[in-house]
């Protein structure tokens, strides 16, 4: 009696780990199919196992037509032949790539793909989630083109322009007009800072310009005197806004100047004050 009572334990031990694996595997279909990203289970001979309902949806196959596919099928035509090579590194280890997929109806998008490897009733799966960048790629194209028409008017801007940091002053790009007006060659200030290059008669005046585009993010009209590489010092009129390049903050500069005005200036007050005798 203590032998059986024994090996119906044993049973009972047996059928509860297997009830526990039910379990775990029905938990595991049912997060996988209500998920809202895009999941899909691929077997060791590069077949689709499975495809969650978001994958139906944003690709529009059925169940049973995504049963008779690959991730091949659903590979834009220019990536296919790299694709086998992308199933077999999965297979071996977790990896993270873009990529381009195409719906049924032949509709190609942008894709960011993880894969992992696992372990299913002891066969070999890579567990994929696909997440849809169209958005983010169109975001990214958007401000590619916005940095070109940004660039191309820097360059061509008759006035004398540069960008550099806020605080250390180091210069990260300058166009041909401030080149003509200090001097420098463009490769002889990138990287540069204003101070290194002597560039301000009073670096007291630059120290209020970033003080001023940390405050209130700009400055204008603000007068100073700035030296040319030769050590001509010029009168300017200097105006600068915070800019945002790559997520960082640099202070975009307009410099006028106006030597040539304030000589005028200059010179008519000292007119004035000569009076003519008559006799």
């Known amino acids: 009696i203590i032998k059986v009572y024994g090996g119906f334990q044993d049973i009972s031990e047996q059928k509860l780990a297997e009830e526990e694996l039910r379990n775990s595997e029905n938990k595991f279909k049912s997060l996988f199919n209500n998920s809202p990203s895009i999941l899909f289970l691929i077997q060791e001979n590069g077949k689709f196992y499975s495809a969650n309902k978001a994958a139906i949806n944003r690709y529009g196959y059925t169940f049973e037509e995504f049963m008779s596919l690959t991730p091949i099928d659903i590979t834009v035509s220019e990536y296919k ?3 086998p090579d992308k199933i077999a590194n999965a297979l071996r280890e977790e990896s993270q790539f873009e990529w381009t997929h195409c719906t049924k109806d032949g509709i190609c998008f942008p894709v960011e793909i993880f894969t992992k ?6 066969q070999s799966f890579i567990f994929v989630e696909v997440k849809d960048i ?3 790629k169109q975001a990214e194209n958007e401000l590619r083109f916005s940095e070109e028409k940004f660039r191309k008017a820097f360059s061509s801007n008759p006035g004398i322009e540069c960008i550099s940091t806020i605080d250390e002053g180091v210069f990260i790009d300058v166009n041909a007009n401030f080149c003509k007006a200090i001097g420098w060659k463009r490769e002889e200030v990138i ?10 008669e009073n670096y007291q005046g630059r120290e209020i310009i970033s003080s001023s585009i940390r405050k209130d993010g ?10 040319t590489k030769s050590g001509e010092i010029k009168d300017a009129l200097y105006a600068a806004e915070k800019i945002f390049m790559n997520n960082d903050e640099y202070m975009l500069s307009q410099i006028i100047d106006i ?3 304030k000589k005028s200036r200059r010179s008519g007050e000292g007119e004035r004050r000569i009076i003519p005798l008559t006799v």
């Open 218 to 227: 700009f400055i204008n009209n603000f007068e100073l005197r700035i030296r």
């Open 259 to 261: 030597t040539e005005r």
């Open 134 to 136: 169209t958005k983010r």
């Open 117 to 122: 490897p696992i372990k299913l009733n002891n």
């Open 81 to 83: 032949k790299k694709a």
């Open 191 to 200: 990287g540069k800072t204003s101070k290194k290059l002597d560039i301000f």
